[in-house]
Protein backbone atom coordinates (compact mmCIF):
# COMPACT_ATOMS: atom_id res chain seq x y z
CA UNK A 1 0.00 0.00 0.00
CA UNK A 2 1.44 3.37 -1.23
CA UNK A 3 0.42 6.53 1.80
CA UNK A 4 0.44 9.53 0.63
CA UNK A 5 0.68 11.90 3.55
CA UNK A 6 -1.01 15.16 3.30
CA UNK A 7 -1.06 18.45 5.88
CA UNK A 8 -4.17 20.31 6.19
CA UNK A 9 -2.03 23.57 7.23
CA UNK A 10 1.64 24.99 6.22
CA UNK A 11 2.77 26.14 9.80
CA UNK A 12 6.35 26.00 8.94
CA UNK A 13 5.74 28.85 5.68
CA UNK A 14 4.99 31.36 8.63
CA UNK A 15 8.06 30.87 10.21
CA UNK A 16 7.16 29.04 13.33
CA UNK A 17 9.59 26.41 12.13
CA UNK A 18 7.31 24.02 14.02
CA UNK A 19 6.76 20.19 12.09
CA UNK A 20 3.41 19.83 11.15
CA UNK A 21 1.63 16.77 12.60
CA UNK A 22 -0.14 15.06 9.92
CA UNK A 23 -3.66 15.50 9.86
CA UNK A 24 -4.70 13.24 7.27
CA UNK A 25 -3.85 10.40 5.47
CA UNK A 26 -4.62 9.43 1.58
CA UNK A 27 -3.89 5.82 0.36
CA UNK A 28 -3.46 4.70 -2.80
CA UNK A 29 -3.20 1.61 -3.63
CA UNK A 30 -2.86 -1.15 -6.57
CA UNK A 31 -5.93 -3.25 -7.43
CA UNK A 32 -4.91 -6.60 -5.11
CA UNK A 33 -1.07 -5.55 -4.60
CA UNK A 34 0.08 -2.67 -2.00
CA UNK A 35 3.44 -0.92 -1.84
CA UNK A 36 5.62 -1.92 0.78
CA UNK A 37 6.47 1.87 1.99
CA UNK A 38 4.98 5.26 2.69
CA UNK A 39 5.55 8.59 0.59
CA UNK A 40 5.07 12.09 2.34
CA UNK A 41 4.43 14.65 -0.51
CA UNK A 42 5.70 17.36 1.84
CA UNK A 43 4.01 20.75 2.91
CA UNK A 44 4.00 22.29 -0.77
CA UNK A 45 2.73 18.75 -2.07
CA UNK A 46 -0.05 18.38 0.23
CA UNK A 47 -1.15 22.55 -0.60
CA UNK A 48 -0.98 21.09 -4.52
CA UNK A 49 -2.95 17.89 -3.79
CA UNK A 50 -5.40 19.58 -0.93
CA UNK A 51 -6.60 21.96 -3.69
CA UNK A 52 -6.80 19.88 -6.48
CA UNK A 53 -9.19 17.46 -4.53
CA UNK A 54 -10.94 20.28 -2.79
CA UNK A 55 -11.30 22.88 -5.33
CA UNK A 56 -10.26 21.48 -8.43
CA UNK A 57 -7.74 23.89 -8.20
CA UNK A 58 -4.29 23.63 -10.09
CA UNK A 59 -1.65 25.19 -7.58
CA UNK A 60 2.07 26.29 -8.76
CA UNK A 61 4.52 28.33 -6.62
CA UNK A 62 6.22 31.25 -8.21
CA UNK A 63 9.89 32.19 -7.60
CA UNK A 64 10.54 35.38 -5.68
CA UNK A 65 13.28 36.65 -8.08
CA UNK A 66 13.05 35.58 -11.30
CA UNK A 67 9.54 34.91 -11.72
CA UNK A 68 9.36 31.45 -12.94
CA UNK A 69 6.37 29.48 -12.00
CA UNK A 70 6.77 25.82 -11.30
CA UNK A 71 3.97 23.17 -11.08
CA UNK A 72 4.02 21.26 -9.27
CA UNK A 73 5.09 22.92 -6.54
CA UNK A 74 8.83 22.82 -5.26
CA UNK A 75 10.44 24.84 -2.58
CA UNK A 76 13.41 25.95 -3.68
CA UNK A 77 14.04 27.44 -7.33
CA UNK A 78 16.30 25.51 -9.59
CA UNK A 79 17.45 28.53 -11.22
CA UNK A 80 18.25 30.73 -8.69
CA UNK A 81 18.62 28.58 -5.45
CA UNK A 82 15.80 30.92 -3.05
CA UNK A 83 12.92 29.74 -1.01
CA UNK A 84 9.53 30.30 -2.94
CA UNK A 85 6.40 30.73 -0.82
CA UNK A 86 4.28 32.33 -3.10
CA UNK A 87 1.19 30.08 -4.32
CA UNK A 88 -0.09 30.70 -7.73
CA UNK A 89 -3.27 29.63 -9.74
CA UNK A 90 -2.50 28.02 -12.72
CA UNK A 91 -4.42 26.66 -15.91
CA UNK A 92 -6.16 24.95 -15.69
CA UNK A 93 -6.25 25.16 -19.33
CA UNK A 94 -3.03 24.62 -21.20
CA UNK A 95 -0.61 23.44 -24.21
CA UNK A 96 1.04 20.18 -24.81
CA UNK A 97 4.86 20.60 -24.54
CA UNK A 98 5.46 16.78 -26.36
CA UNK A 99 3.84 13.83 -26.20
CA UNK A 100 3.59 9.90 -26.98
CA UNK A 101 1.16 7.70 -28.64
CA UNK A 102 1.33 4.08 -27.02
CA UNK A 103 0.47 1.22 -28.73
CA UNK A 104 1.27 -1.94 -26.92
CA UNK A 105 -0.66 -3.25 -24.17
CA UNK A 106 0.46 -4.18 -20.55
CA UNK A 107 -0.54 -4.03 -17.46
CA UNK A 108 -1.10 -0.62 -15.55
CA UNK A 109 0.64 -0.62 -12.31
CA UNK A 110 -1.43 1.22 -11.07
CA UNK A 111 -4.77 -0.06 -11.43
CA UNK A 112 -3.52 -3.88 -12.10
CA UNK A 113 -5.70 -3.87 -15.10
CA UNK A 114 -4.69 -3.85 -18.49
CA UNK A 115 -4.18 -0.60 -20.38
CA UNK A 116 -6.40 -0.09 -23.21
CA UNK A 117 -4.52 1.18 -25.96
CA UNK A 118 -3.90 2.92 -27.90
CA UNK A 119 -3.39 5.90 -25.17
CA UNK A 120 -1.08 9.41 -25.01
CA UNK A 121 0.94 10.67 -22.74
CA UNK A 122 2.22 13.59 -22.56
CA UNK A 123 3.90 16.64 -20.72
CA UNK A 124 1.63 19.76 -20.15
CA UNK A 125 2.15 23.66 -19.99
CA UNK A 126 -0.41 24.85 -17.87
CA UNK A 127 -1.36 28.58 -18.68
CA UNK A 128 0.72 30.60 -16.42
CA UNK A 129 3.48 28.07 -15.62
CA UNK A 130 6.97 27.38 -17.13
CA UNK A 131 7.53 23.73 -16.33
CA UNK A 132 5.82 20.65 -17.78
CA UNK A 133 3.21 18.24 -16.05
CA UNK A 134 2.69 14.59 -16.74
CA UNK A 135 -0.11 13.22 -17.46
CA UNK A 136 -2.56 10.61 -19.96
CA UNK A 137 -3.58 12.95 -22.52
CA UNK A 138 -6.80 11.56 -24.40
CA UNK A 139 -6.48 10.34 -28.02
CA UNK A 140 -10.43 10.54 -28.80
CA UNK A 141 -9.01 11.69 -31.92
CA UNK A 142 -5.27 11.32 -33.13
CA UNK A 143 -5.38 14.12 -35.17
CA UNK A 144 -5.53 16.64 -32.70
CA UNK A 145 -2.91 15.51 -30.78
CA UNK A 146 0.18 17.87 -31.59
CA UNK A 147 2.92 19.69 -30.05
CA UNK A 148 1.30 23.08 -29.40
CA UNK A 149 -2.49 21.72 -29.00
CA UNK A 150 -4.52 23.06 -26.35
CA UNK A 151 -5.85 21.20 -23.80
CA UNK A 152 -8.19 21.26 -20.72
CA UNK A 153 -7.73 18.59 -17.70
CA UNK A 154 -10.68 16.11 -17.38
CA UNK A 155 -11.62 15.52 -13.36
CA UNK A 156 -12.65 12.56 -11.54
CA UNK A 157 -15.78 13.07 -9.79
CA UNK A 158 -14.26 11.59 -6.64
CA UNK A 159 -11.37 12.76 -5.81
CA UNK A 160 -9.01 11.67 -3.35
CA UNK A 161 -6.22 14.27 -3.19
CA UNK A 162 -3.66 12.57 -5.26
CA UNK A 163 -2.64 12.96 -9.40
CA UNK A 164 -5.04 10.68 -10.38
CA UNK A 165 -8.12 13.20 -9.18
CA UNK A 166 -7.23 14.29 -12.62
CA UNK A 167 -8.44 11.59 -15.13
CA UNK A 168 -6.78 12.78 -18.28
CA UNK A 169 -6.21 15.86 -20.49
CA UNK A 170 -8.26 16.36 -23.81
CA UNK A 171 -8.02 18.39 -26.84
CA UNK A 172 -10.06 21.65 -26.70
CA UNK A 173 -9.27 23.67 -30.00
Known amino acids: M????????????????DI???KENLIVE???SGQPFNYAVGMYGSKFFKELRE????????????G??????????????????????????????????????FIDPETGEQKPVPYGYGFIRFDGAETLFQ???SIDDE???KI???????????????????LCFKVIE
Do not use: Q, W
Not at 3 to 12: A, T, W
Not at 55 to 66: D, S
Not at 81 to 101: A, R, S
Open 2 to 17: LRLFLHDGLSRLSGSG
Open 68 to 105: KVYIPPRRVCGECFVEMTEFVEVGPKGTIGTFTILRYA
Open 20 to 22: MPV
Open 143 to 145: SKI
Open 55 to 66: NRKILGIKCPKC
Open 148 to 166: GARVEPVFSEERKGNVKDI
Open 30 to 32: SKG
Open 135 to 137: HYI
